[in-house]
């Protein structure tokens, strides 16, 4: 009897030295990656309507004091009783558990709230002794470090509860439409009764199937003293919302959170970041703006088999992206019709010629060679030819940005150095090794192929008077503390002179008010442009702006393998350019999305100071200044053009544009121009028309037909509000459109 009594003892001290040794040797482990994940969530620039999230598992966690007393009440009912007795473990419980394990018979059970939080957290779901021994002791200390409130919000925040909902926040949100805070008796009961098989039904198809279990917790609740029994028995199954489909991609928001993702990885964040980061991200999209985007494109005919549209519009003074359109259906075509795609920029590339040209001091006046004429380029002879074949003579820098006249600009070109063309380029936006983006001369008749997204950041510059700020898609992303962990820089970096801008600003206003992009005078506010139209018509596009936003609108065409094809006909016109159907869609997109909104001014047309002009590189000599000068402007002459100057040439406005009008060519096209001079030397076309200076909160609403008064758009009328939408498109292609062949724009 003696010996047995030993050897219990022996037992007992041997059971109790491996439970120290043990113990000893557990140290509580890092938490699980899943476990400590949480939902990521993108916001409009509201920071209030939510646009996605990102998630491996749809988590967020919450504070004890966020969870309502009658959730916490129904866990303990359901799932362990002696929660607030205990020290982590359950002595019977284990037992059970370890019985089960040797047996190859475990059901599970029997653990405790905190043993469950440290499985879920700390551990997995294996069936193991050892892990279940190592449960235990983790559990104990766990026990002792934190507070029982602490490690029930802990357990709330790790449960798995059907509809990919990790956590009790989210459940709420996923069964009840309300938050954790906010859950009833009858709700916290059917969730609680859902612990142990979340995955036995949705319980708004088949309730009965929780049934049993939902009333085992509200009687186990009316045991412990957290409600009355009548209030047991009287409780009813909660209404419960029905699933949502997985729709939370469909649409622009595929696109938009694309557009997020892709920026917070070029800050230097990983995807599990990004998806187990439970960061509330405010992006910059504006939901009025997505939708007046969407609206505009929705204007176009049904587009042809390979054609795209793109659309991106810019914040100057912030550089945030406020809205684009990236495709009609984002899981057939996941590429970004305006953030991805490439296409020719055609005449759109000709005004960072304009800025090279005025830096280097030439004026608005100066006379070029406005018909077709062969010139050097790299050792090699070049000919460009104007839209049409038109010849125009002698003509002012301003008519060649005002008709997009592709010889004059090419002198320009070759004079000023292609290669400064390509630094203002690159100063407003584009990067360096943009495709087609390379110092001969025709790069100003744009055989780069850039995306809307750099157009209208480029366009944003001259807005910005010369401020270049990053694009950006992202306003700020913060932890779930609140600290923040990303905000882009707004201050911008100036890349040129103020006078530069407006008097570039100034010249682009005359492409609207009497060029060939007069079709935006329906947007009835100070506006500046450019139309465009890559050779044989691969792309077109019209990129403009007020002093309040920038937008870039292109239609392009691609074949199945991403290759450039030719737009050919389309919605009822033989040729589609710049002048056509894109800026309508800038023009209706800009109408809505600048409605209501004061008219604000563009800066005062400044007088430029004189300065030498480059040496003519040309070889031709027809390229004098107009104020008399008899040299060419590739001399060293000073700049004569003087306050009495300008006066003089806009005191003859109306004769050059009565000009203009006798010498409209037959066909509509954005580049068509005139004729000839059109009376164009000595004198800059065009007034200021009280779009320069100052700003005002009201104006005239009266708009000008476009394309009735120069080379735009023959017919067009002002675009209706909010018109009845034609079909949408269907992208054919996921391939990334290449640029197209890099000779000459035909605007």
């Known amino acids: 009897m003696r010996l047995v009594g030993l050897g219990i003892l022996t037992g007992f001290v041997l059971i109790i030295g491996l439970f120290t040794v043990g113990y000893l040797s557990t140290s509580i482990p890092e938490p699980n990656a899943a476990a400590a994940g949480q939902t990521s969530t993108v916001y409009y620039d509201d920071g209030k309507t939510v646009i996605g999230t990102f998630k491996v598992e749809d988590r967020k966690s919450v504070d004890i004091q966020d969870i309502s007393p009658t959730m916490q009440q129904a866990a303990i009912a359901a799932e362990d009783q002696s929660f607030y007795e205990n020290r982590g473990i359950s002595v019977k419980g284990l037992s059970r558990a370890a019985v089960g394990v040797i047996t190859d018979n475990y059901a599970g059970g029997g653990s405790t709230i905190t043993q469950q939080y440290?499985?879920?957290?700390?551990?997995?779901?294996?069936?193991?002794?050892?892990r279940k021994l190592k449960e235990m002791f983790i559990a104990i200390k766990i026990d002792q470090e934190k507070s029982k409130d602490q490690i029930m919000a802990d357990y709330l925040n790790t449960i798995f509860l059907g509809r990919k909902s990790y956590g009790i926040e989210v459940a709420a949100h996923n069964y009840f439409d309300t938050s954790a805070k906010e859950l009833t008796v009858e709700q916290s009961a059917l969730l609680a009764a859902m612990i142990q098989q979340p995955s036995l039904a949705d319980p708004s198809e088949n309730p009965e199937r929780y049934e049993n279990r939902f009333r085992y917790v509200l009687n186990n609740m009316a045991e412990n003293g957290y409600i009355t029994k009548e209030d047991a028995k009287n409780a009813q199954m909660p209404e419960v919302k029905k699933p949502r489909s997985d729709n939370e991609l469909l649409g622009q928001a595929g696109y938009m959170m694309d557009a997020v993702r892709s920026e917070l990885k070029n800050q230097g964040m990983t995807d599990d970041q990004i998806d187990r980061g439970g960061m509330k991200i405010t992006s910059t999209f504006n939901r009025d703006r997505m939708r007046d985007a969407q609206d505009a494109i929705d204007t176009l005919p049904k587009m042809k088999k390979g054609m795209h549209a793109g659309l991106t519009s810019i914040?100057?003074?912030?550089?945030?992206?406020?809205?684009?359109?990236?495709?009609?259906?984002?899981?057939?075509?996941?590429?970004?019709?305006?953030?991805?795609?490439?296409?020719?920029?055609?005449?759109?590339?000709?005004?960072?010629?304009?800025?090279?040209?005025?830096?280097?001091?030439?004026?608005?006046?100066?006379?070029?060679?406005?018909?077709?004429?062969?010139?050097?380029?790299?050792?090699?002879?070049?000919?460009?030819?104007?839209?049409?074949?038109?010849?125009?003579?002698?003509?002012?820098?301003?008519?060649?940005?005002?008709?997009?006249?592709?010889?004059?600009?090419?002198?320009?070109?070759?004079?000023?150095?292609?290669?400064?063309?390509?630094?203002?380029?690159?100063?407003?936006?584009?990067?360096?090794?943009?495709?087609?983006?390379?110092?001969?001369?025709?790069?100003?008749?744009?055989?780069?192929?850039?995306?809307?997204?750099?157009?209208?950041?480029?366009?944003?510059?001259?807005?910005?008077?010369?401020?270049?700020?990053?694009?950006?898609?992202?306003?700020?992303?913060?932890?779930?503390?609140?600290?923040?962990?990303?905000?882009?820089?707004?201050?911008?970096?100036?890349?040129?002179?103020?006078?530069?801008?407006?008097?570039?600003?100034?010249?682009?206003?005359?492409?609207?008010?009497?060029?060939?992009?007069?079709?935006?005078?329906?947007?009835?506010?100070?506006?500046?442009?450019k139309t465009g139209t890559s050779s044989d018509a691969y792309s077109a596009w019209f990129v403009g702006y007020t002093p309040e936003l920038a937008t870039a609108v292109s239609l392009f065409r691609e074949d199945e393998k991403g290759r450039p094809q030719k737009i050919g006909s389309y919605g009822g016109r033989g040729e589609v350019t710049g002048g056509s159907f894109p800026i309508q869609v800038w023009t209706r997109y800009m109408s809505d999305a600048l409605e209501g909104q004061p008219k604000s001014k563009f800066p005062k047309r400044p007088d430029l100071p004189d300065k030498d002009r480059p040496k003519n590189k040309?070889?031709?000599?027809?390229?004098?200044?107009?104020?008399?000068?008899?040299?060419?402007?590739?001399?060293?002459?000073?700049?004569?053009?003087?306050?009495?100057?300008?006066?003089?040439?806009?005191?003859?406005?109306?004769?050059?544009?009565?000009?203009?009008?006798?010498?409209?060519?037959?066909?509509?096209?954005?580049?068509?121009?005139?004729?000839?001079?059109?009376?164009?030397?000595?004198?800059?076309?065009?007034?200021?028309?009280?779009?320069?200076?100052?700003?005002?909160?009201?104006?005239?609403?009266?708009?000008?037909?476009?394309?009735?008064?120069?080379?735009?758009?023959?017919?067009?009328?002002?675009?209706?509000?909010?018109?009845?939408?034609?079909?949408k498109s269907k992208s054919s292609s996921s391939s990334k459109s290449k640029s197209s062949k890099s000779s000459t724009s035909s605007e």
């Not at 590339?349 to 004429?373: C, W």
């Not at 008077?465 to 990303?486: C, K, N, Q, T």
């Not at 009565?658 to 000839?676: F, H, L, R």
């Not at 320069?692 to 002002?718: Q, R």
């Open 118 to 130: 440290v499985k879920n957290y700390y551990l997995t779901n294996e069936k193991t002794l050892t």
């Open 315 to 529: 914040d100057p003074a912030t550089g945030e992206v406020k809205a684009f359109y990236g495709g009609p259906k984002y899981f057939e075509r996941m590429q970004n019709n305006s953030t991805q795609d490439t296409a020719q920029a055609g005449s759109t590339f000709k005004p960072f010629a304009l800025v090279a040209g005025l830096e280097a001091g030439y004026r608005l006046n100066d006379s070029f060679r406005g018909s077709p004429v062969t010139f050097p380029n790299n050792g090699h002879p070049w000919t460009p030819e104007n839209y049409g074949g038109a010849s125009y003579g002698s003509v002012t820098l301003l008519k060649a940005t005002q008709s997009s006249i592709n010889t004059a600009y090419a002198q320009l070109n070759i004079n000023v150095g292609p290669d400064k063309t390509r630094d203002v380029a690159v100063r407003a936006g584009l990067p360096k090794d943009k495709y087609g983006l390379e110092d001969n001369a025709s790069n100003v008749l744009g055989t780069a192929s850039p995306t809307t997204l750099l157009m209208a950041s480029a366009y944003s510059t001259f807005a910005a008077e010369g401020v270049y700020r990053s694009p950006h898609f992202v306003r700020e992303a913060v932890d779930s503390s609140g600290e923040s962990l990303y905000k882009p820089d707004t201050k911008g970096e100036r890349k040129f002179e103020q006078d530069i801008m407006a008097e570039t600003t100034y010249a682009l206003s005359q492409v609207v008010q009497s060029g060939s992009g007069s079709y935006a005078q329906n947007l009835g506010r100070p506006a500046a442009g």
């Open 618 to 727: 040309s070889g031709v000599s027809k390229s004098s200044s107009n104020s008399g000068s008899s040299g060419s402007s590739g001399s060293s002459n000073k700049k004569r053009y003087s306050k009495k100057d300008k006066k003089d040439d806009e005191g003859k406005k109306d004769e050059e544009k009565k000009s203009e009008e006798d010498q409209k060519e037959s066909d509509d096209s954005d580049d068509s121009g005139d004729s000839g001079d059109s009376g164009d030397k000595g004198k800059d076309s065009g007034s200021e028309s009280g779009d320069f200076g100052g700003s005002e909160d009201s104006g005239s609403e009266k708009k000008k037909s476009g394309g009735d008064k120069s080379s735009g758009e023959k017919g067009n009328t002002p675009p209706k509000k909010k018109e009845p939408k034609k079909s």
